[in-house]
């Protein structure tokens, strides 16, 4: 008999890499259920979810109001779970989801969590976060990061095995929760990031929010009218960065985009930046390469196991408008296309295969 596994995550609202793990995490294990608190049936349409290994369950309706549908969630799983006792496997991903373990009717007979990364709002990043806010509206953001702390530390005593997806983010669960874990990377689809030519502009593929630093690029190509930038992604801040970039051709917004989309952009592009806060890990540089495109990253985070420097991609001492300006002016398209085999060859330990078979093994490893 099979054993009966499910991927429980926080919400489909938006094509990152920890919904595209999730996607192929479920589509690798054999059966496997895919177990959403909302999720946006646009980004996310039947049609997308029909070739997963086992079935869908969506458990409240989606809301895109960026505060509720936190909040919505989290209670979701929190007083409303699903009931996993008839699951021999549940892999708790996300933020809110492995909250759900402080019911007994969501704890299957072996619990794991894979840990994007523990919330960081309420943890490393919330000096960076209360700045953003004034007021009732501030308040109202200390509660919650208040709340989370008194639900995620707890939730994470009843799991068998916690798996890390970078040592950075090792490093956050045993600085900020106490408990060990071991690291598993996250996939990038190697089959499907490929090289097709080389155009005449730079991309950035990160969401479009304060910690992701985009704001820093746009400044950065604003003082270099003769380079072009594409911004393929989308956001809270969409149209702040719009209003920004307003006047300067050549900084182009996709919002979000297909994959098929995606994959075009990233394949005919001259190099990828990326310069988020303290990544966790980091899967957008490892698809720049697998396409044979290096990546200009700062020296934080995810990014130092990611990025090998000045050969896969370029590792920014800081990240300011200045010190982006002068790696660009270094990037010369002659110098990435040079990479470009050794950056395809360096994605290649990061593909679904490698991943869903150590997947695996940690699966069978805990048997009873």
């Not at 290994?53 to 779970?81: Q, S």
């Not at 501030?138 to 702390?149: G, V």
Request: some cysteine; aromatic content about 10%.
């Amino acid at each position: 008999m099979k054993n009966k596994t499910a991927l429980l995550y926080d919400y489909l609202f938006s094509r990152g890499g920890a919904e595209k793990l999730s996607m192929t995490l479920t589509r690798g294990v054999e059966g496997c259920d895919l177990i959403v608190g909302m999720r946006d049936v646009e980004l996310f349409p039947d049609d997308d979810l029909r070739n997963q290994g086992g079935k869908l369950k969506v458990l409240t309706g989606y809301n895109d109001r960026k505060g509720w549908k936190t909040l919505k969630t989290m209670l979701t799983f929190v007083l409303n779970p699903p009931d996993m006792r008839d699951y021999d496997n549940a892999i708790y991903s996300g933020e809110y989801a492995p909250m759900a373990l402080l019911r007994k009717k969501a704890r299957a007979k072996r619990n794991f969590l894979y840990c994007h990364t523990i919330p960081r709002a309420p943890y490393d990043l919330y000096e960076f976060k209360v700045k953003q806010f004034k007021g009732l509206k501030k308040l109202a953001f200390k509660m919650m990061c208040l709340l989370i702390r008194l639900l995620y530390g707890p939730s994470l005593k009843h799991v068998d095995l916690i798996i890390a997806n970078s040592e950075n983010v090792k490093r956050r669960i045993k600085n900020y929760i106490g408990l060990d874990s071991v690291v598993i990377n996250p996939p990038i689809d190697t089959e499907r990031f490929k090289w097709i030519d080389q155009g005449d502009y730079y991309l950035s593929t990160a969401r479009l929010e304060p910690a992701k630093r985009i704001a820093t690029i746009v400044e950065a190509f604003k003082n270099m009218p003769d380079k072009k930038l594409v911004v393929a992604s989308g956001g809270s801040d969409y149209d702040s960065l719009q209003e920004l970039a307003k006047g300067y051709d050549n900084i182009r917004f996709t919002n979000w985009t297909t994959d098929e989309e995606l994959f075009d952009l990233v394949g005919n592009c001259i190099a990828t930046i990326y310069i988020p806060v303290d990544e966790d890990f980091g899967m957008s540089p490892l698809e720049s390469m697998s396409a044979g495109k290096p990546c200009i990253g700062v020296a934080e985070g995810g990014l130092l196991e990611t990025i090998v420097d000045s050969k896969t991609g370029w590792l920014m001492q800081e990240a300011t408008p200045d010190a982006l300006v002068n790696q660009v002016r270094e990037v010369t398209p002659e110098l990435c296309l040079s990479m470009k085999e050794t950056c395809i060859a360096h994605a290649q330990q990061y593909s679904d295969r490698v991943f869903i078979s150590k997947i695996k093994e940690k699966l069978e490893a805990n048997l009873l």
